[in-house]
């Protein structure tokens, strides 16, 4: 069974987001995350394939920050949008 902190790690690597282990610097790691709020973007997606089937696509976000040239991707998985529109 994976541990609590692999586990952590690996839903916020795969959510875009981070994990905050062994550090007394809550206040930073707070701030830190708050300051991941202060931008939202709205994508639209819009297939090549425009064969309007129903069936689900993977797709992979990427960003720059250009300020510090650091890149991020997501993956959105066809088999976690399933899932997510069966709520």
Request: hydrophobic letters at 35%.
């Amino acid at each position: 069974m994976p541990s609590k902190r692999l586990t952590s790690q690996v839903i916020a690597e795969q959510t875009g987001g981070r994990a905050f282990f062994n550090t007394n610097d809550l206040g930073g790691a707070i701030k830190r995350a708050a300051e991941d709020t202060n931008l939202t973007y709205v994508l639209g997606y819009y297939p090549e394939n425009v064969r309007w089937d129903g069936r689900f696509r993977d797709i992979k976000v990427g960003v720059t920050d250009s300020s510090t040239g650091a890149i991020g991707t997501v993956t959105i998985p066809a088999s976690r949008a399933r899932a997510a529109g069966d709520r």
